[in-house]
């Protein structure tokens, strides 16, 4: 490698160091610590060198004391887009349980729905050094990516699929996923079909996995609403308003979420119309209110707690030097079928 090229992510867990940043620039590592601590110590040239050097490798400088910089912090960073959606929250649970009974504490961040706000949260985590990253999804901004492979921290995607994972993943497929509820309401006899969604990467994905299975069974064109994230309640009574007006003859609503399909159901009822004889519904996640509702309701169920445990487990493994056999688990999902289908 010569003296300008980016380093790679360094075998056995070795991140980017000052040094490397240092020799990219063509400075002293001494001088890229005062551009990056104190930058009215240096002239603007090489302030300018070392920034360069900074983002080219993704190297976010250690907010620790350098003399704790080679400790285990015991804490393990997860992140989610919204503390406040329950679909997130078994994982959490069980990765925090998980952890803790190998002696690690668990840091939960909110990165919201842009990858702007992702990056800004990955910043300050990475910049305080945990033993491992947890996070929802693999759809990041190629600065995120670049930051979380230059770190050499453990990094574990959840909640989605991928044939490229950053480094270790435990998830599975939302197209599939979605695709399994088009073949079940399908099944059931319901024709004319329709998507009601987020604008987030899963929920779109899911709802792009239901319109090609669904339109590849027959179906005539499935119109679809997606509506700004976070969504919950409100926006699924809103949603299928919305849907009734303008496809008034639709049989049945796939719910990318099942606080989505509670607003669709509370809707309905508020019509008059029976659930499922004149309208048919389905969510996605089996929230634990799902099967309560009146009818209950018609779900995907994905293994929540599968998820923490396996992330937990490699993250541990890898902090702990031990070979991680598998870096890809895919824990598939279930089609709940109930009474609102």
Not at 75 to 95: G, H, K, R
Not at 156 to 181: Q, R
């Amino acid at each position: 490698m010569d003296e300008t090229s980016t380093p790679r992510r360094r075998r056995g867990g070795g991140g980017i160091t000052l040094g490397d940043v240092a020799r990219i620039a063509g400075v002293a590592p001494i001088t890229a610590s005062r551009a990056l601590n104190t930058p009215s110590q240096v002239s603007p040239q090489v302030l300018q060198r070392v920034r360069e050097a900074v983002q080219r490798t993704g190297y976010v400088p250690n907010l620790l004391a350098g003399g704790l910089a080679s400790r285990r912090s015991r804490l393990v960073a997860a992140v989610v887009p919204s503390i406040a959606a329950p679909v997130f929250m078994e994982t959490v649970q069980a990765l925090t349980e998980a952890l803790a009974q190998q002696g690690y504490q668990l840091m939960l961040g909110q990165s919201g729905y842009a990858d702007s706000r992702e990056d800004e949260l990955l910043e300050q985590i990475l910049g305080r050094r945990p033993d491992g990253l947890v996070l929802t999804g693999v759809m990041h901004s190629a600065q995120g990516r670049r930051r979380l492979q230059a770190s050499g921290l453990p990094v574990v995607e959840t909640w989605d699929f991928s044939s490229s994972p950053i480094d270790m993943l435990v998830g599975f497929s939302h197209e599939a996923a979605a695709a399994a509820m088009a073949d079940h309401l399908v099944a059931r006899g319901y024709r004319r079909l329709a998507v009601l969604g987020g604008d987030d990467a899963r929920a779109l994905r899911r709802q792009r996995g239901f319109i090609e299975r669904a339109q590849a069974l027959g179906c005539e064109a499935v119109p679809v609403l997606a509506l700004p994230a976070p969504t919950g309640v409100p926006e699924g009574r809103a949603g299928l308003r919305q849907l009734l007006q303008q496809v008034p003859e639709t049989q049945a609503v796939f719910c990318a979420s099942d606080a989505l399909a509670l607003g669709a159901l509370a809707e309905a009822q508020s019509r008059g119309l029976r659930v499922p004889q004149e309208l048919a519904l389905a969510g996605f996640g089996d929230m634990p209110f799902a099967a309560s509702l009146f009818p209950a309701l018609s779900t995907v169920r994905i293994d929540g707690t599968a998820i923490g445990r396996h992330a937990a487990r490699f993250i541990v493994e890898r902090v702990e030097g031990r070979e991680v056999g598998e870096k890809v688990i895919d824990v598939g999902f279930s089609v709940i079928q109930r009474e609102s289908t």
